[in-house]
Nanobody, 125 residues
Framework: VQLQASGGGLVQAGASLGLSCEASGGTVSDYSMGWFRQAPGKEREYVGVIRWRSGTYYGNSVKGRFTISRDNAKNTVYLQMNSLKPDDTAVYYC????????????????????WGQGTLVTVSS
């Protein structure tokens, strides 16, 4: 599956922003779809995942502020980000895995086979 992330931009702290991850060559409902982010000089960080059957799970740093959803008709996964903070500044990546995996595997970049190109989110203070 090929993934195309979009929607990044520059926003002020406290604002909201929505990212999209459009899939081709596969159906998002057949995959567990994860979101990760990477800030300059830092390792790639888990943001959240929507599992192929059901259930969304989030990293502690975004829990309660970010929401992942899926539109099967549009073959797209979304990341809605609210109450953004300067610490949320990063390149955001979507990823997909067709493997049946335990949740702990889905929290790491190695748990995914396919990656989008990333979209930059900058949050100013």
């Amino acid at each position: 599956v090929q993934l195309q992330a979009s929607g990044g931009g520059l926003v002020q702290a406290g604002a909201s922003l929505g990212l999209s991850c459009e899939a081709s060559g596969g159906t998002v409902s057949d995959y567990s779809m994860g979101w990760f982010r990477q800030a300059p000089g830092k390792e790639r960080e888990y943001v959240g995942v929507i599992r192929w059957r059901s259930g969304t799970y989030y990293g502690n740093s975004v829990k309660g502020r970010f929401t992942i959803s899926r539109d099967n008709a549009k073959n797209t996964v979304y990341l809605q980000m609210n109450s953004l903070k300067p610490d949320d500044t990063a390149v955001y990546y979507c990823a997909a895995t067709s493997r049946t995996a335990i949740l702990s595997t889905l929290l790491t970049p190695g748990g995914y086979e396919s990656w989008g190109q990333g979209t930059l989110v900058t949050v100013s203070s």
